[in-house]
C-alpha cells in the first residue's frame, strides 16, 4: 500500500522555525517528485516546494524562498521542510504530495498524505 505520512505539524509564534516531515512507504519513490503543499480555511491549495527524490533539485514558491527549505533522506525514504522565519500568513494545513513528473500544480500529483497543521501566532 503506498503512503505518505505527515508530521511535525504545531503551533509557533510569528519569527519561529519549525519542521515537517513526510514518511513514504509502500513503493519506490526515485522516479517520482515529492512535493508540498498547503491549504489554508477558504483559500485553494497552494504550491510551496518541491524536490526531485533522483538527483535533488528543488523548485520554490515565491511566498516561501528563502525561508523554507525541502529536503529528503533517500535512507528513510522521507522527505522534510524545514520552515524558518514564519509568518502568520504560513498558517495552513500541510500536505505532503508525491508524482511524476510533478511540478507547481496539484493536478501532477496523485500519492497524498494526510496533512498535518501548521499555526503561526502573531
Do not use: H
Not at 513503493?27 to 489554508?40: D, E, L, P
Request: with cysteine; glycine share 12%; net charge positive.
Amino acid at each position: 500500500q503506498v503512503q505518505l505520512v505527515e508530521s511535525g505539524g504545531g503551533l509557533v509564534q510569528a519569527g519561529g522555525s519549525l519542521r515537517v516531515s513526510c514518511a513514504a512507504s509502500g513503493r519506490t519513490f526515485s522516479n517520482y517528485v515529492m512535493a508540498w503543499f498547503r491549504q489554508a480555511p477558504g483559500k485553494e491549495r497552494e504550491f510551496v516546494a518541491r524536490i526531485r527524490w533522483s538527483g535533488g533539485s528543488t523548485l520554490y514558491a515565491d511566498s516561501v524562498k528563502g525561508r523554507f527549505t525541502i529536503s529528503r533522506d533517500n535512507a528513510k525514504n522521507t522527505v522534510y521542510l524545514e520552515m524558518n522565519s514564519l509568518k502568520p500568513e504560513d498558517t495552513a494545513v500541510y500536505y505532503c504530495a508525491a508524482g511524476s513528473p510533478g511540478g507547481r500544480y496539484y493536478w501532477m500529483y496523485d500519492i497524498w498524505g494526510q496533512g498535518t497543521q501548521v499555526t503561526v501566532s502573531v
